[in-house]
């Protein structure tokens, strides 16, 4: 069984939360881990260059990786540059590759409540159009659905 078939098939530790919300805070609730993500999404793989782009400390920065590989989020694969040591790089898996949405969506509400005045660091487009795109809640049917009509109900048995 792959690292991948384990996470979605084993069943929940007892110490486990029910709230998903406050499951997903326990991998990525960290400052670091988000900031990591936008380093991998935007192209940065080795972890030096990861550190350098960031300025984390080094124990940090293994830390947050561990994490995020154990958890899933990210893979490594082995590369070596001539004349070095094998190392690792790291990559995102397809649980990593759906945080697109958790980070657009934080960068799309700090463009508007925190907005730098020379404009966003990065920015949101299609691959096809490279027209602009906004992140939104959607309906079964395909609709975009206004923030003030969305609403967290608890899962009451």
Not at 31 to 43: A, M, Q, S
């Amino acid at each position: 069984m792959t690292t991948m078939e384990a996470q979605t098939t084993d069943p929940e530790p007892a110490d486990e939360p029910d709230c998903a919300i406050e499951r997903s805070l326990r991998v990525l609730g960290e400052r670091w881990t988000l900031l990591i993500l936008r380093e991998i999404f935007t192209g940065t793989h080795k972890y030096a260059d990861i550190r350098e782009a960031l300025g984390v400390a080094p124990n940090i920065l293994s830390a947050r990786l561990k994490t995020l590989v154990s958890a899933g989020v990210l893979e490594t694969r082995a590369y070596r540059e001539p004349g070095c040591r094998h190392r690792d790089a790291y990559h995102l898996t397809p649980a990593g590759r759906d945080l697109r949405l958790v980070l657009a969506a934080l960068q799309q509400w700090g463009d508007t409540h925190r907005p730098r005045p020379q404009g966003p660091c990065l920015l949101r487009r299609t691959r096809s159009t490279g027209r602009p795109v906004d992140v939104a809640f959607v309906s079964e049917q395909g609709q975009a659905v206004g923030l003030s009509d969305v609403v967290f109900l608890p899962n009451t048995p």
